[in-house]
């Protein structure tokens, strides 16, 4: 089979580039011709671990070629995959803009009488059979056959080869079982457990996963809040919730709440596709808002410490989503970027990985450090917003010796409470008693 996906980034990027590893044949297409230079020269635009060394091999294998060209992409292409971004609309909807555009290029460039399509882009319920609508409009109906597959994709951002590679299942939704057959040829090597359904259900596996994701993010979240007003510690009753083998412990880590460029959107999409049906999800109405208010609830114990914020110099530990990923969309610490400017802060940032992008975003707004010492040093406050593993392994006796006050707003909980105690640090945590360093007793 000739395989071409269309688009190169953190999905499809991973697809093509996995694909090529289990022996297939790939062309991946983006219409951002410079990312497909740096790719063409070997170099992953995005960072992911092992990705550039996946990419190297294969290129150097001549199994995976990279074009900014519509017409080589998929004159002879057998199966498209699309992993295109669907960001939302304004109303909170899937912006199916980028899809739609992919769909016009095949009608136009493709050569071929039957050709496979597999959406793997997260799209609402409804988009496959629009998708083929579209090609098939768009050529003037000239293809013999269009089948249209739903794939949808659930790696992790910082472990996607490590998913795409162990994956605990692969959803293939088609109403052919000659092309699910392909699927399941095309997945083979990597012997995952697949699930053949209609293309609905499969469109639907995919919000429903990651809102019952982010419903447990902010139910462990609101637990956390009760916590802290009650006595009681999250870390203890997170482990007693999740040794529950109906609950599992995973996804039940208290926070400053998620970001990505998936759970809000997709959570928001799913609302807004159950309002397009006349069905009010109240219960992902109130994950969102309680996602909302997480970081505005840190600022607030923050507020109740230092007074104002005016003036004074405060370090964000993170600004990545999450840890072993560049992606700052939608991420926490910019929302608390965002208010801690908005109240007066002079703000220092610090992240491995994602500070060329943080730039783009936040340009002179903020200072940036290239080290934690740097960030925090004379900080008046530190808020701690990813827990990259350079956070927390950092030492805390340097917030003592480098901040003018050490007070930490740990948004990612890095730090076992009986860690914190022996030094004289202001902490606070969520779902978790606030430690205040008047009340410590120093032990140096
Ligand atoms: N990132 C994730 O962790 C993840 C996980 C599962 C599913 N998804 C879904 O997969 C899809 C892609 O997400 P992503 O994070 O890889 O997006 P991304 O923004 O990283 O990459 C999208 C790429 O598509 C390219 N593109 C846009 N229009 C194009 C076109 N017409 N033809 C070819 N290329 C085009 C863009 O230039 C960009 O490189 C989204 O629907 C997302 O919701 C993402």
């Not at 960001?87 to 493709?110: F, M």
Request: glycine share 6%.
């Amino acid at each position: 089979m000739k395989i071409t996906v269309a688009g190169t980034g953190y999905v499809g990027l991973v697809t093509g580039v996995s694909l090529a590893e289990i022996g297939h044949q790939v062309i991946c297409f983006d219409i951002n011709e410079q990312k497909v230079k740096e790719l063409q020269a070997g170099r992953s635009p995005i960072y992911e671990p092992g990705l550039e060394e996946m990419l190297c091999s294969n290129m150097n294998g001549k199994r995976i070629y990279f074009t900014s060209n519509a017409e080589y992409a998929y004159k002879e292409a057998d199966l498209i995959i699309i992993a295109v971004g669907t960001p939302e609309n304004d109303d909170g909807s899937a912006n199916l803009s980028y899809v739609r555009l992919v769909a016009e290029d095949i009608a136009k460039y493709s050569r071929q009488e039957e050709i496979i399509i597999v959406t793997k882009s997260t799209v609402p319920v409804g988009t496959n059979e629009k998708v083929k609508k579209w090609v098939d409009e768009e050529s003037s109906k000239r293809f013999k056959k269009i089948h249209i597959v739903s794939n949808p994709e659930f790696l992790r951002e910082g472990s996607a080869l490590y998913d795409t590679f162990n994956g605990d299942r692969i959803v293939v939704g088609t109403d052919c079982k000659e092309v699910a057959m392909k699927m399941d040829e095309l997945y083979g090597p990597l012997n995952i457990p697949i699930i053949h359904t209609d293309i609905e259900s499969s469109e639907m596996i995919k919000y429903a996963s990651n809102a019952f994701l982010a419903t447990k993010i902010s139910f462990i979240n609101e637990i956390a809040n009760i916590c802290e007003k009650v006595g009681a510690n999250i870390d203890d009753v997170s482990r007693g919730i999740g040794m529950d083998q109906r609950i599992g412990p995973k996804f039940l880590q208290a926070g400053v709440g998620y970001g990505g460029s998936c759970f809000p959107k997709d959570t928001k999409a799913l609302v807004q596709l159950a309002g397009d049906v006349h069905h009010r999800f109240h219960l992902l109405e109130a994950v969102i808002n309680v996602n909302n208010n997480q970081p505005l609830l840190l600022i607030q114990k923050a507020r109740e410490i230092v007074g104002t914020f005016e003036h004074k110099k405060v370090a964000i530990l993170g600004i990545a989503f999450k840890p072993n990923t560049d992606d700052i969309r939608e991420s926490a610490s910019l929302v608390l970027i965002k208010e801690l400017i908005n109240e007066g802060a002079i703000i220092t940032v610090y992240d491995p990985i994602a500070t060329y992008l943080a730039k783009q975003v936040l340009g002179e707004n903020v200072l940036y450090s290239s080290s934690i010492d740097d960030a925090i040093n004379d900080a008046d406050i530190t808020f701690i917003a990813t827990e990259w593993k350079q956070v927390v392994n950092y030492p805390l006796n340097k917030y003592v010796s480098l901040m003018k006050d050490p007070i930490i707003i740990d948004g990612r909980n890095c730090y076992p409470l009986a860690s914190i105690r022996k030094e004289n640090i202001t902490y606070v945590s969520v779902g978790r008693e606030t430690l205040y360093r008047e009340d410590k007793i120093v032990i140096k």
